[in-house]
């Protein structure tokens, strides 16, 4: 399974953005699929995941009521709706897949978002 990431651009403090995530083939139903960030100087860190089978979420306080993830099956897609954008969430993000949430064993290439205040 390859992933091709995008939706990333330049946006302001405040403003949404969506990103997309399609993959070359079917996902396996116990699979997570995240996205994960990293931003200049930083470390990589997870900011959502979803199991691919029971659509079950995971965010992490620091986006946790702003980002939100889901799927589309049929489209072999995952979104990360991304709103009320601040600066410190300026940074590459990644979407990745894996037996289990943090394990990741597939990444795409990254997608650029930037967010000016």
Avoid: H
């Avoid at 995952?78 to 990745?96: G, I, N």
């Amino acid at each position: 399974v390859q992933l091709q990431a995008s939706g990333g651009g330049l946006v302001q403090t405040g403003d949404s953005l969506r990103l997309s995530c399609v993959a070359s083939g079917p996902f396996l139903s116990s699979w997570s699929v995240g996205w994960v960030r990293q931003g200049p100087g930083k470390e990589r860190k997870l900011v959502a995941n979803i199991r691919w089978g029971a659509g079950t979420t995971y965010y992490p306080d620091s986006v946790k009521g702003r980002f939100t993830i889901s799927r589309d099956k049929g489209k072999k897609s995952v979104f990360l709706q991304m709103d009320s954008l601040k600066p410190e969430d300026t940074a590459v993000y990644y979407c990745a897949a894996g037996t289990s949430i943090g394990e990741y064993l597939v990444w795409g290439q990254g997608t650029l978002v930037t967010v000016s205040s």
